[in-house]
């Protein structure tokens, strides 16, 4: 089903707010299916592993330490066009330039601390859904 699917996570800043919740229910408000979900906590091992193609950026580290650093809650929606109308519904990286009403503008605080991930591309989202959840999970 490309296309159809991509990855999102609730990150630290996110979870620690209790915003949980709500952003999976503004997500399910936009149309789109949970086909996998779970509530867990990155290592830093981890981490950095999801992360692996930003190693030599000089936020590598701090991103890390960022996502290990409290729980997540990690999803697979479903949705025609879903790369690209998940990362309209979250809005910009930095809060301050999200459109009004987009998830970042709600609940990020930062470009670091932006509230949740989203995939980039249809390649991505199956390399990430596939990072977090086994076939058996997927539905």
């Known amino acids: 089903m490309s ?12 979870m620690r707010k ?8 503004k997500i399910e ?3 789109f299916r949970l086909v ?5 906590k990155l290592s830093l091992e981890k981490a950095g592993e999801f992360y692996a193609v930003h190693k030599e950026r000089p936020f590598y580290g701090e991103l890390i330490e960022f996502m290990s650093s409290g729980p997540i809650i990690a999803a697979i ?3 025609d066009n879903a790369v690209a109308d998940f990362r309209t519904l979250i809005g910009a990286t930095n809060p301050a330039d999200a459109a009004e009403g987009t998830i970042r503008k709600l609940y990020a605080t ?14 991505n ?11 058996l999970e997927q539905f």
């Open 29 to 31: 408000e936009a149309g």
């Open 18 to 25: 209790n915003h949980g919740g709500a952003i999976l229910a």
């Open 77 to 79: 929606l479903e949705k």
């Open 3 to 14: 296309g159809n699917r991509t990855l999102t996570m609730v990150k630290p800043d996110a």
């Open 36 to 40: 996998a979900t779970k509530l867990t």
């Open 110 to 123: 930062s470009i670091g601390e932006n509230a949740v991930h989203g995939s980039d591309s249809d390649e």
């Open 125 to 135: 989202a199956k390399i990430e859904g596939d990072f977090f959840f086994s076939k």
